[in-house]
């Protein structure tokens, strides 16, 4: 039979395996067609986006001239016409900055994303800012006096000039500032952050409206502040006769206007944008040595950035030298796009894997060529478009997009998994008949085998009628052999199994009985802030704490009593509950603790507990109310740990002793009330049993009445509750993820001050 099943499918299988490699043959050419055409598009659509660049920052230079003549014929008609009658008030660096720490001052001062400042982390941190003001940051020393108020009396109205300008284009102004040469720099909005030593005279763009005297523009670079791609544009602020009084400048944000979204394509989130710039060696060491003096704002921890670097080998160079290419001069990124979301690259590169690939894009962009190649970048395949979008001082200055080749073909990849999944289906296809050719062979071995899956197959059915609730569950058991031995094992299992719930289903009776018998709430008493709080370690435990209102005494008196029973469980849980029967049927028998609590012990040595005890914190307050006199304390303590008591006024701890046995060992012990009148008010009492400083945390060490009392010092100065929350919280913290071994019960008591 298996000869002739195999004669019949392997032919079958030849023929579909020839068709599988035309199939992949075909697959092979659409793939490469798609590839070629898709790259075809990628170019056109890169080169577009960067022909659209040079058009939008055309614009943008247009709107900046247009915004900074306005600024400056206002700036120079207040510095020489007449002095204002009217002052406005403008702060210096540190006023602002008082007013910003403060948090009043007559200017709204608010954390701004716009001019948010990237950190050394690489992340952002919003810089307050204030548009209701500008700040003056004085940079000269020596400046005159008389001098500088009455150029604060004449610029201070320019707020409203900076405030309509920048309402005008809102979304696209950063900064907007006045630099005049006897020494005051002016800014918009106001802010208190500038680097130490700031001398805004000696940055490019003032030394080159100055010297141009006319209004220039610089090329697109990332602000070294917010990292965003700003263009300064900069005019200089001229006097009677000509003579220089300043530069006033405007920073336009050209940040979205390079945004790799702006492609509207699918590989666009993962493109790349920089801006690049070409200068001959000599002067880019002037550059250099220009923004090593000047354009290197300080950071949070005092340093500058380094300057920008050329197009990289992936060769690591001193600041000084200059690139190695062959042409006679270096091309050099100005600013990356993304920086401001990759923040801790302080020195872009582009750092091709062949020096000739490197080469043909320099020479490209050194002659103002435009162009779209493909070259290996960081060990990663990359499609590079450039183009040129302004110019600086004469030299080019060229957007580069750079995007992987592997995003850019990912349609072409999906059209070949579509492929292989359709070719996979027709193979399946081709494994179905195989099946049913089969499917003979598996019913003779179904049927041969039915008489020994059976038993397995009735074992697993009543396996899922038991884990469903059925209890009465059985197997059939007509077999001597393993699988008779494994029915007649589950038979005896399910009714020790419905025995196992009927006990948990006791014990859970049997905790919320006991749970019944703790107090439901603190009594509310006047002078007395009072919390309890009980956690058992198993389903029932042998801690114990109640509250009972003795009338006895007067109508707001109550005893507080804290109790711990060897051991755990049902026992403990009896024990427990008897005791608590006893102390409140004798509370209010007049005569002393002692008395009391004798009797107690007599009955409880007669109950049929042998062999366990219950150590008992028996505490009575009285004169809670007193201002300035002492607290008196009645307590008895049988077997207890004393009573904890923190007195904030003086920062120390007492503790309430007594020196009685546990109840339930000496049927004819005599036990002594103890008194005491060293608390005061605010005082705090804490009553708890070993549970708390026996807790132990996962590397076996106790949490000590050390740590406890530490902790009530921290709480003290909250409610009672919220200090029993505190010392819980703590033990649950200490113990971590080991399981809890013992029953936590504290009572706290507050003392009203």
């Known amino acids: ?29 659409v793939a490469d067609d798609m590839r070629e055409r898709l790259n075809r598009e990628a170019e056109q659509d890169m080169q577009r986006t960067v022909d659209g660049y040079a058009h939008s920052l055309d614009q943008v230079g247009r709107l900046g001239h247009a915004l900074l003549k306005i600024q400056a014929g206002e700036v120079e008609q207040r510095l020489i016409g007449p002095s204002p009658r009217e002052r406005i008030d403008v702060p210096g660096v540190e006023q602002f900055l008082q007013n910003e720490q403060a948090g009043d001052g007559p200017w709204k001062i ?63 102004i950063l900064w907007q500032y006045t630099t005049l040469e006897l020494g005051l720099h002016f800014s918009y909005p106001g802010k208190s952050a500038f680097p130490v030593g700031y001398k805004p005279i000696e940055k490019d763009w003032y030394e080159r409206a100055a010297q141009a005297q006319r209004a220039i523009s610089s090329r697109p670079y990332v602000d070294a502040s917010t990292g965003q791609l700003v263009i300064t544009f900069a005019q200089p602020v001229m006097g009677r006769g000509r003579a220089l009084m300043g530069v006033t400048a405007i920073d336009l944000r050209v940040s979205r206007l390079l945004d790799p979204a702006a492609i509207n394509t699918d590989w666009a989130d993962q493109a790349k944008v920089i801006v690049v710039a070409s200068y001959p060696a000599l002067e880019v060491e002037r550059r250099r040595q220009r ?76 002659n103002g060529v ?38 850019i073909q990912k349609p072409a990849e999906l059209a070949i998994a579509q492929v292989n999944e359709d070719l996979t289906s027709s193979l399946v296809n081709t494994g179905g008949i195989l099946i049913l050719l089969l499917l003979g062979v598996f019913l003779m071995a179904y049927l041969l085998s039915f008489q020994l899956t059976r038993p397995i197959v009735d074992l697993a059915n009543a396996s899922r009628r038991v884990a469903e609730g059925d209890l009465d569950a059985r197997v059939k058991v007509n077999r001597r052999d393993e699988l008779g031995q494994l029915g007649e094992a589950f038979n005896e299992m399910v009714p020790a199994l419905r025995d196992r719930m009927k006990i948990r289903e006791s014990l859970a009776v049997a905790m919320q009985v006991q749970q019944s018998l703790l107090p439901a709430k603190a009594p509310k008493m006047p002078g007395l802030d009072i919390a309890g709080h009980s956690e058992y370690c198993d389903e029932t435990g042998g801690d114990y704490y109640d509250f009972i209102e003795l009338d006895r005494l007067g109508p707001d008196t109550v005893a507080i009593a804290v109790g711990d029973v060897t051991g755990h469980g049902i026992a403990a849980a009896l024990l427990m509950a008897t ?24 009955q409880l040595c007669d109950s049929e507990f ?10 009575i307050v009285q004169n809670p109310g007193a201002v ?14 004393p009573v904890v008591v923190y007195r904030p006024s003086e920062d120390r701890f007492l503790e309430l002793e007594g020196n009685d046995i546990p109840l339930g060992i000496d049927v004819g012990w005599e036990y002594r009330e103890e008194t005491s009148d060293a608390l005061r ?26 740590r406890m009392r530490e902790v009530i010092r921290q709480a003290s100065s909250g409610s009672a509750e919220s200090i029993a929350q505190a010392i819980s919280t703590a033990c649950k913290q200490w113990r971590g993820p080991r399981e809890q071994n013992d029953d936590i019960t504290l009572v706290v008591v507050k003392l009203d001050a």
């Open 1 to 29: 039979m298996i000869v002739l099943l195999l004669t019949a499918v392997l032919p079958m299988l030849a023929v579909r395996a020839v068709q599988a490699v035309s199939i992949f043959r075909l697959q092979n050419r």
């Open 110 to 172: 608010e954390p701004s994303e716009r001019h948010a400042m990237v950190t050394d982390a690489g992340e952002l941190q919003p810089l307050s800012i204030s548009y209701d003001t500008q700040v003056v940051y004085r940079f000269d020393d020596e400046l005159d006096d008389d001098a500088a108020r009455d150029t604060l009396a004449r610029l201070g109205s320019m707020t409203r000039v900076y405030r309509e300008l920048h309402d005008t284009v809102d979304d696209i």
């Open 291 to 366: 923004a090593d003096r000047n354009n290197r704002p300080a950071r949070s921890d005092g340093t500058a950035p380094r300057p920008q670097r050329p197009l990289s080998d992936g060769v690591e160079r001193p600041p000084n030298v200059v690139s190695d290419t062959s042409f006679p001069a270096d091309v050099y990124i100005a600013a990356d796009v993304q920086q401001q979301q990759s923040a801790g690259e302080d020195n872009p590169t582009v750092a091709f894997d062949s020096d000739q690939e490197r080469a043909l894009v320099s020479e490209d962009l050194l």
């Open 370 to 407: 435009h162009g779209v190649r493909r070259a290996m970048i960081d060990g990663q395949d990359r499609m590079i478009a450039y183009g040129q979008i302004g110019s600086d001082e004469g030299r080019p200055i060229f957007a580069m997009i750079i995007a992987p080749t592997e995003t």
């Open 579 to 602: 005791g608590r029967a006893l102390i409140r049927s004798h509370a209010n028998t007049t005569g002393s603790l002692g008395h009391v609590f004798t009797q107690v012990n007599k």
């Open 610 to 619: 042998t062999g366990r005890f219950m150590t008992l914190m028996y505490l």
């Open 628 to 641: 300035d006199g002492p607290v008196t304390a009645r307590f008895l303590s049988a077997g207890h740990d």
């Open 681 to 706: 008010p605010g005082d705090v009492l804490v009553v708890g049993t070993d549970g708390i400083w026996e807790c132990f945390s996962p590397q076996d060490e106790q949490f000590g009445k050390d």
